[in-house]
């Protein structure tokens, strides 16, 4: 299963919910303004730090640089580009949206 | 008889002069709220009104520095907030704790700023007139 997430963890719980329900085999691709939440410092680091002993997770190359964000973020954490995105689509048998 | 600007800008209440505090609380380009403020407070220096900006929440993500948007293919629309010096719109405050709970330094930051505690922020909002958020 891929959980993509695009929101940001301050403006809806979608983040930590997809993190709560994310399990081993699995992998989390953060898009959009959820690329906030693979950075260091916010407010859902420890839970992003937590989760990538357990699987990976990815976060969207083009948006973390149209945020200026692309040097803040969380070791560990893969940034992909769109190539990236549609790779991780076709590898796993299921995607979920978290809205 | 032809209507001056002056005289069209009389009946239409010019001349009053109010404080506007534009106060931005999203992210940007995940939503068009950040850009859509940003052209309201461009609009809005044109009738010479006195006005602020504020920064919380998520709004803080909007003046950080270092954004390309050539991969989104979007429009970047961050130096514009460098152009409001040009359009007498001198006051930006940014919320202290806004910043801290997203682990971002104003030096940061993509143009000079006033970061204020929440208290003072809240002050700042009950001296306006007109307080319109994004």
Same mark, same amino acid.
């Given at each position: 299963m891929l959980h993509i997430v695009n929101k940001s963890p301050y403006e809806r719980n979608s983040v930590a919910s997809c993190l709560a329900h994310?399990?081993?085999?699995? /992998?989390?691709?953060?898009?959009?303004?959820?690329v906030y939440a693979a950075t260091r410092g *916010?407010? /859902?680091?420890?839970?992003?730090?937590?989760?990538? @002993?357990?699987?990976p997770v990815y976060a969207l190359g083009p948006d973390l640089e149209a945020r200026g964000m692309q040097a803040n973020v969380i070791e560990g954490v893969q940034v992909v580009d769109f190539g990236g995105f549609v790779? !991780?689509?076709?590898?796993?048998?299921?995607?979920?949206s978290w809205l | 008889m032809t209507e001056t600007r002056d005289q069209i800008a009389e009946q239409a209440g010019g001349g009053v002069h109010k404080k506007?505090?534009?106060? *931005?609380?999203?992210a940007p380009y995940g939503t068009i709220? /950040? !850009?859509?403020g940003l052209e309201v407070v461009l609009i809005?220096?044109?009738f010479d009104q006195d006005v602020s900006l504020a920064f919380l929440d998520d709004g803080v993500?909007?003046?950080?520095?270092?954004? @390309?948007?050539?991969a989104l293919e979007v429009k970047n629309f961050s130096p514009t907030y460098r152009a409001l010096e040009g359009y007498d719109v001198e006051k930006l405050y940014v919320e202290r704790e806004s910043l801290e709970a997203r682990g971002i330094r104003?030096?940061?930051?993509?143009?000079?700023?006033?970061?204020?505690? /929440?208290?003072e922020m809240a002050q700042l909002m009950d001296q306006q007139d007109v307080i319109i958020g994004f």
């Open positions: 994310a399990r081993k085999g699995g /992998a989390v691709l953060l898009i959009e303004d959820a *916010n407010v /859902a680091d420890g839970a992003i730090r937590k989760a990538l @002993q357990e699987l790779d !991780l689509v076709a590898e796993h048998r299921t995607s979920q | 506007f505090m534009f106060v *931005n609380r999203k709220y /950040a !850009l859509e809005s220096a044109a993500y909007q003046l950080v520095k270092g954004q @390309q948007t050539k104003e030096d940061q930051l993509l143009v000079p700023v006033q970061v204020v505690g /929440a208290e």
